[in-house]
C-alpha cells in the first residue's frame, strides 16, 4: 500500500469511528510480545452477521469533507481537523487488499457530503459496484445513505449493499434547525422510505 493511501486510511477511519452503527470500533491493543494477534489497525470494526458471527469490517469514509457545518458532526465544514478524500479506485483497492489478506469479512462505508447529496451518492454507488461487479467482492457491505440523495441513487446502491442505512440525525424539525441550519428535516427522512 502506497504511503498516500495509508495516510488517508489514518485520516478517514479515525473519522468513520464516530458513526455508532457498527458495533466496536477503536480497540488500541498491538501484538505482545509471547502474544498471538493484535486489534491496532485503523479501521477495522466488529459486527454480527444475521446468524451470529462476529465479523470484521473495514470501517471507513470515503471522505470527511462535508459541505455542511453541523454542530453535532465530529467532520462539520469549520472543524479544524486532517481531511483526506480516497479516490473511488483506491478504496475499492484497499478494500481488497484487506480482504485478500484476512483482515476483513467486509466494508462499512459512509461519507461527509461534498459538492451536493447526489454527487456523493454516485460515488459510493461507484465503490460498492465496482466491488461487486468487476472485482466479484462477495463479503458483506454496509453502505451510509447520504441525506438528500435521489431515490435512484438509493435504489441503485440497494442492488450492491447487504444493509442500507441512514442517520436519523436530529429527531425533531426545531432540534434540526438549531443545530444543522443548511439542512432540512425532509432530507434526513426520505431516504429511510426509499430504503424501506
Not at 481537523?81 to 467486509?106: D, H, K, M, Q, W
Not at 441525506?147 to 442505512?165: Q, W
Request: net charge positive.
Amino acid at each position: 500500500m502506497n504511503a498516500n493511501v495509508l495516510d488517508k486510511l489514518k485520516i478517514l477511519a479515525e473519522s468513520a469511528k464516530y458513526d455508532v452503527s457498527c458495533a466496536s470500533s477503536g480497540a488500541s491493543r498491538s501484538a505482545r510480545k509471547g502474544g498471538v494477534g493484535s486489534a491496532s489497525g485503523w479501521g477495522i470494526c466488529h459486527s454480527f452477521s444475521e446468524d451470529g458471527r462476529c465479523i470484521s469490517l473495514l470501517k471507513i469514509m470515503l471522505t470527511n469533507h462535508c459541505i455542511y457545518d453541523c454542530a453535532y458532526y465530529v467532520n462539520r465544514r469549520s472543524n479544524d481537523l486532517p481531511r483526506a478524500t480516497l479516490a473511488v479506485s483506491e478504496l475499492v483497492e484497499l478494500t481488497i487488499e484487506f480482504y485478500r489478506r484476512n483482515y476483513i469479512e467486509g466494508l462499512f462505508l459512509s461519507s461527509g457530503v461534498v459538492r451536493n447529496p447526489d454527487y456523493t451518492m454516485e460515488r459510493l454507488v461507484r465503490v460498492v459496484k465496482d466491488l461487486r461487479q468487476i472485482h466479484r467482492f462477495n463479503g458483506y457491505i454496509h453502505l451510509k445513505s447520504i441525506p438528500g440523495a435521489s431515490r435512484e441513487l438509493v435504489n441503485e446502491a440497494g442492488l450492491y449493499a447487504d444493509r442500507l442505512s441512514v442517520n436519523i440525525e436530529i429527531p425533531n424539525e426545531k432540534s434540526l434547525k438549531l443545530l444543522a441550519l443548511e439542512k432540512d428535516f425532509q432530507s434526513v427522512y426520505k431516504p429511510m422510505s426509499y430504503i424501506q
